[in-house]
């Protein structure tokens, strides 16, 4: 049987240690598409992580008296208290790097169109300004896009039940919510004078799911609808770099607000507490709109892993590790 785990503990560091023990002792033995022909292969389980209390028992500073959580600068120049281990030296360069900010502010997202090689995506991007598809897909695949048939419009029982195809003056017409109408009395490809269009050259409407899950939770605090995407299936099932982040679903449960979050692929030892430092602040800003606590962070992996070329640290930082 593949390895699948649970584990449920109070704060993101000791979730975390827990993590590496059990995808250390029982993770499956499994190559991955980054390694090389030396690296032994990765440990990898299928997890799932309930923090009880996400933002308690944060990192604190050795050097204060009267042990402070530690400020961590980022080069922004913004301060965070750290919530994980101070072992975690990946954590706290994640921080100092901009990390957060990346995420929930965008501060890279330009790189996404101004740099030729790096950024191909980010998480604020995908989270804030979702589109499925956009300008750097086309370098993947391209797209044509037919124009509908009016065969198509005109037998679409949905469309004439809400009446935006109904007859007007002996002519089939298609309202759409824009205010525009289309005669049917021919082909939308011969009005329009085209039958097909690249994908690419649409400039699809950003969506800002954060601000529109907020709306749903405010008018329906019990909405099981509430969540966010990332994938673009048009594009990321055939890049070699597609995002590990998937899916945020929101829920308000005994008056605290729980955020759950799906990852197709993760770094356990160099990524998920700085990952984790980020999701909780998206949760942290959500619950701040709507007036309401903060409740469990819930973190599910389809892979997470340790890289083989990793083990030997992970295997020393467990030893040196007093809980």
Same mark, same amino acid.
Not at 52 to 81: C, Q, T
Not at 168 to 183: A, P, S, T
């Given at each position: 049987?593949?390895?699948?785990?649970?584990?449920?503990?109070?704060?993101?560091?000791?979730?975390?240690?827990?993590?590496?023990?059990?995808?250390?002792?029982?993770?499956?033995?499994?190559?991955?598409?980054?390694? =090389?022909?030396?690296? !032994?292969?990765?440990?990898? =389980?299928?997890?799932?992580?309930?923090?009880?209390?996400?933002?308690?028992?944060?990192?604190?500073?050795?050097?204060?008296?009267?042990?402070?959580?530690? @400020?961590?600068?980022?080069?922004?120049?913004?301060?965070?208290?750290?919530?994980?281990?101070?072992?975690?030296?990946?954590?706290?360069?994640?921080?100092?790097?901009?990390?957060?900010?990346?995420?929930?502010?965008?501060?890279?997202?330009?790189?996404?169109?101004?740099?030729?090689? =790096?950024?191909?995506?980010?998480?604020?991007?995908?989270?804030?300004?979702?589109?499925? !598809?956009?300008?750097?897909?086309? $370098?993947? @695949?391209?797209?044509?896009?037919?124009?509908?048939?009016?065969?198509?419009?005109?037998?679409?029982?949905?469309?004439?039940? @809400?009446?935006?195809?109904?007859?007007?003056?002996?002519?089939?017409?298609?309202?759409?919510?824009?205010?525009?109408?289309?005669?049917?009395?021919?082909?939308?490809?011969?009005?329009?004078?085209?039958?097909?269009?690249?994908?690419?050259?649409?400039?699809?409407?950003?969506?800002?799911?954060?601000?529109?899950?907020?709306?749903?939770?405010?008018?329906?605090?019990?909405?099981?609808?509430?969540?966010?995407?990332?994938?673009?299936?048009?594009?990321?099932?055939?890049?070699?770099?597609?995002?590990? $982040?998937?899916?945020?679903?929101?829920?308000?449960?005994?008056?605290?607000?729980?955020?759950?979050?799906?990852?197709?692929?993760?770094?356990?030892?160099?990524?998920?507490?700085?990952?984790?430092?980020?999701?909780?602040?998206?949760?942290?800003?959500?619950?701040?709109?709507?007036? $309401?606590?903060?409740?469990?962070?819930?973190? !599910?992996?389809?892979?997470?892993?340790?890289?083989?070329?990793?083990?030997?640290?992970?295997?020393?930082?467990?030893?040196?590790?007093?809980?």
């Amino acid at each position: 049987m593949a390895s699948i785990a649970f584990i449920e503990e109070d704060d993101i560091g000791s979730a975390w240690i827990s993590a590496l023990r059990k995808v250390l002792s029982d993770g499956d033995d499994i190559k991955t598409e980054y390694d =090389s022909d030396t690296d !032994f292969p990765a440990k990898d =389980s299928t997890v799932l992580i309930c923090v009880r209390n996400p933002f308690s028992n944060p990192i604190l500073n050795k050097h204060s008296k009267e042990e402070k959580p530690l @400020k961590v600068r980022s080069k922004a120049g913004n301060s965070y208290e750290a919530y994980g281990r101070i072992e975690d030296i990946f954590l706290i360069g994640s921080i100092q790097s901009n990390y957060i900010e990346e995420v929930l502010d965008g501060i890279n997202d330009h790189y996404i169109t101004q740099s030729a090689k =790096s950024f191909p995506y980010s998480y604020h991007d995908r989270i804030y300004s979702y589109a499925p !598809f956009a300008l750097e897909d086309s $370098l993947l @695949k391209e797209y044509s896009v037919p124009l509908y048939e009016n065969e198509e419009i005109a037998n679409h029982e949905k469309l004439k039940y @809400k009446e935006t195809v109904k007859e007007i003056n002996g002519n089939l017409v298609w309202k759409l919510q824009d205010g525009i109408e289309i005669v049917l009395d021919k082909e939308i490809s011969e009005t329009y004078g085209i039958k097909k269009l690249p994908l690419s050259i649409l400039n699809f409407p950003k969506v800002n799911q954060i601000e529109l899950l907020i709306q749903k939770l405010q008018k329906n605090p019990y909405t099981r609808r509430a969540q966010a995407i990332t994938w673009r299936p048009y594009s990321d099932i055939i890049t070699d770099d597609p995002p590990c $982040l998937q899916r945020l679903y929101f829920r308000v449960k005994n008056g605290k607000l729980l955020l759950q979050t799906t990852w197709r692929s993760r770094d356990l030892f160099k990524a998920w507490e700085a990952n984790v430092n980020a999701m909780i602040r998206i949760q942290k800003y959500v619950a701040d709109q709507l007036g $309401l606590e903060i409740g469990e962070y819930i973190d !599910f992996s389809n892979s997470l892993h340790i890289y083989g070329r990793d083990i030997k640290d992970v295997t020393k930082l467990l030893a040196e590790i007093k809980d």
